[in-house]
């Protein structure tokens, strides 16, 4: 895992998950019902979360499935307190390290076609559009903007 003074990201445990869902409650309007959390922890065999930890306090969050040598973002999320300090881009950077570690060759995300600070940080990262999903989310039926990334 990657740690710097006091900074941590490393894997999602069940503890974490109250932590996290101060985050999920922080960050979308449709917060996921812990027993989803709970259930991706501990019985879907292609998952993955990730935590990231500042001053032992959890302040976002990663999932990620990884299927044959396909990976996609199931959800990110830094607390609002904590955002524009590049802690966003530490942690996706590290998710995709850890995709491609296990043998994804691309990488995909859904965002909101309104969110531009994330379309902007996935650019950077090097995600391209790949299509539209339309009525995606469910709060405001916004469309969402599928990107993809090649690791490989």
């Not at 490393?10 to 996290?20: G, N, P, S, Y």
């Not at 501990?42 to 990231?52: D, G």
């Not at 499935?65 to 955002?83: G, K, L, P, Y």
């Amino acid at each position: 895992m990657i740690e710097q003074e006091r900074e941590l990201i490393r894997f999602m445990t069940e503890d974490d998950i109250k932590d996290v869902m101060d985050v999920e409650r922080d960050a979308f309007s449709v917060p996921w019902d812990p027993a989803v959390f709970h259930n991706e922890l501990t019985s879907n065999q292609f998952a993955h979360y990730l935590v990231y930890e500042y001053e032992e306090r959890v302040i976002g969050y990663c999932g990620l499935w990884v299927v044959m040598d396909e990976a996609q973002i199931t959800n990110i999320a830094i607390h609002s307190r904590f955002r524009g300090q590049k802690r966003g881009e530490k942690l996706l950077s590290f998710a995709m390290a850890f995709a491609k570690q296990l043998g994804a060759a691309t990488l995909s995300l859904e965002v909101r076609v309104s969110n531009e600070v994330a379309q902007n940080l996935y650019r950077k990262l090097g995600f391209e559009p790949g299509g539209i999903r339309k009525n995606y989310y469910a709060d405001n039926l916004e469309d969402a903007l599928v990107m993809w990334v090649k690791l490989i």
